[in-house]
């Protein structure tokens, strides 16, 4: 089965956002990846400052070869992100996050809503 990846990004409020807008600039750079199933950027409601990038991939080797390629530019902070307000161009921004952690699973069980 599937295995999913959640980044966890410790985000402070007057970052928010900036977080939201680098990831809607870069909205689609991963749907055409092979092996590639599902992408959700989780937003925090209320008593935390922690946002979820939630990614499903089909195995992780497809994962590996997204971030070493589209993947790594992404996280530089490719063009698709611009340079940084007041920095010289094509200097890599300054992340939104203070803190991110990567966590992995394994899909052991899945549902969906009942066709009827």
């Given at each position: 089965m599937s295995i999913v990846k959640i980044?966890?990004?410790?985000?402070?409020?007057?970052?928010r956002e900036t977080l939201e807008k680098r990831f809607a600039n870069r909205a689609g750079?991963?749907?055409g990846s092979d092996g590639f199933e599902?992408?959700?950027l989780l937003r925090p409601v209320e008593g935390t400052d922690t946002y979820l990038v939630y990614?499903?991939?089909r195995a992780e080797e497809d994962f590996q070869?997204?971030?070493s390629g589209?993947?790594?530019?992404?996280h530089r902070g490719g063009s698709a992100e611009g340079s940084a307000p007041g920095a010289p161009?094509?200097?890599r921004p300054r992340p939104a996050a203070t803190d991110a952690t990567l966590w992995t699973f394994e899909v052991v069980q899945q549902?969906?809503?009942k066709e009827g």
């Open positions: 980044n966890v990004l410790t985000v402070p409020e007057e970052q750079t991963v749907d599902w992408f959700e990614t499903r991939w070869n997204w971030m589209m993947g790594q530019a992404a161009q094509g200097e549902a969906g809503p």
